[in-house]
């Protein structure tokens, strides 16, 4: 009798852990299923989510500047803080996307990424979808922080031109003397710049930014390129970043002008900018990337055979 009420005091004790494991288990899985429940496992949607956050903030930054110069009549900054705004937006963007998806936030980066095998094809028109929806989620942010100061400095009527007109916070626009073609050479000019610049900042084989200041070197090179290139249209180097704007412009109340204004001008920040990028990927290949040393001894090797010929030259003389 002893002997059995010992074993049943010890399968009852077994039981009692393993129900107390059981619980602390699920207690366990309950704690962590909040975050679980929203991971996303798929490294596509992570990327397109990333892709969307990062230009959502870039909008919101970067014409939130904007916005600031334009409705305290530029008491409260101007070309040059706009600039800086900018230029602190898309480094702070691809700080809190770079490790996900790249931090491109633009579509013209995800193309010459595409173009040059960085990028997967299949993913390119899902980032270029999430950054334009990004951009009009950014400009609604931009609208509704700042929905009573456009009020009262517009009266209440939304115009594209004229000295209250505020389209000009959120997408771009020629400056009056600026022709078409002007304007797209600027764009294209500008975008190459940008990308070379780019792939020289992340090229390890190169002098490349450090590891972790890689989106510091990048907003330093929009606020170079936003400085020197920015007068004619202001600078726009990204179709997301205009026509994503544009087109919560024309459904907030500014109207189907933001589209006509500047003898149609919006589909010059959209093509040139992916024109550009083409042109600065393969031009930055061309000249820098194919020239590498493809073998890692081989830069020693070559210095090894100057520094040889040097010591020959000067026994020769």
């Given amino acids: 009798m002893g002997s059995q009420n010992l074993q049943k005091m010890s399968e009852t004790d077994n039981n009692k852990s393993r129900r107390s494991s059981k619980y602390s288990t699920i207690d366990l899985t309950e704690n962590r299923s909040c975050l679980d429940k929203i991971a996303l496992r798929n490294s596509l949607a992570k990327e397109t989510l990333s892709e969307f956050f990062g230009t959502c903030l870039l909008i919101t930054l970067g014409c939130g500047c904007i916005a600031s110069s334009v409705l305290s009549n530029g008491a409260a900054g101007g070309h040059l803080t706009n600039n800086i705004g900018f230029a602190l937006a898309v480094t702070m963007a691809v700080y809190a996307t770079g490790g996900v998806s790249g931090g491109h936030i633009n579509p013209a980066v995800s193309f010459a990424m595409s173009l040059t095998g960085r990028l997967p094809w299949v993913r390119f028109p899902f980032y270029v979808t999430a950054q334009i929806l990004g951009a009009i989620t950014g400009s609604a942010a931009v609208f509704g922080v700042y929905y009573d100061a456009l009020m009262k400095h517009t009266g209440g009527v939304l115009t594209v031109d004229g000295p209250n007109a ?152």
């Fill in 166 to 317: 505020t389209a000009h916070i959120f997408a771009t626009y020629p400056s009056p003397y600026l022709s078409t073609i002007n304007g797209l050479a600027d764009q294209i000019m500008s975008t190459a710049l940008l990308l070379i610049m780019v792939f020289a900042i992340f090229d390890k084989k190169n002098i490349a930014a450090p590891k972790g200041l890689e989106p510091i070197a990048v907003g330093l090179l929009i606020l170079l390129l936003g400085l020197s290139l920015g007068v004619n249209c202001g600078g726009a180097m990204n179709p997301a970043r205009d026509l994503g704007p544009r087109i919560f412009t024309a459904l907030a109340g500014w109207g189907l002008e933001v589209f006509t204004a500047g003898n149609n001008w919006w589909w010059v920040p959209v093509v040139g900018p992916m024109a550009g990028a083409a042109i600065g990927a393969y031009l930055y290949i061309l000249c820098i990337e194919a020239h590498h040393n493809k073998e890692p001894n081989s830069i020693k090797h070559d210095l090894d055979i100057d520094q040889f010929e040097k010591h020959e030259l000067s026994n020769m003389v």
